[in-house]
């Protein structure tokens, strides 16, 4: 089973970015697709981006799109997701998941058995 650490969270200002990485050991991470989720207090974990093995395929949460961007590489054994323009509401702690899957093509929403710790963000107004 691939091990997963999320670094790069933070206090960041509403207009802000900051950059979260997902470092993987273990296994062949290409062999893995991965999401990025987070959980706010009191409220359920919600996939915000997620990246198919190649990383040719992409999703994203409809109140990201166009302020996220998820991105591997897989020579580095690690999964980025940019944050820009950042809200108040982004305020969670973001986790990135991993899959094993033999499509390379394709990202999943759900059905994620590896897991990070998790990282906080915290967006000030």
């Known amino acids: 089973q691939v091990q997963l650490v999320e670094s790069g969270g933070g206090l960041v200002q509403a207009g802000g970015s900051l950059r979260l990485s997902c470092a993987a050991s273990g296994r062949t991470f290409s062999s893995y697709a991965v999401g990025w989720f987070r959980q706010a207090p009191g409220k359920e974990r919600v996939i915000v981006a997620a990246i198919s093995r190649s990383g040719g395929s992409t999703y994203y949460q409809n109140s990201v799109k166009g302020r996220f961007t998820v991105s591997r590489d897989n020579a580095k054994n690690t999964v980025y997701l940019q944050m820009t323009s950042l809200k108040p509401e982004d305020t969670s702690v973001y986790y990135c998941?991993?899959?094993?899957?033999?499509?390379?093509?394709?990202?999943?929403?759900?059905?994620?058995?590896?897991w990070g710790q998790g990282t906080q963000v915290t967006v000030s107004s």
């Open positions: 998941a991993a899959k094993s899957t033999y499509v390379s093509s394709s990202y999943y929403l759900e059905g994620y058995r590896a």
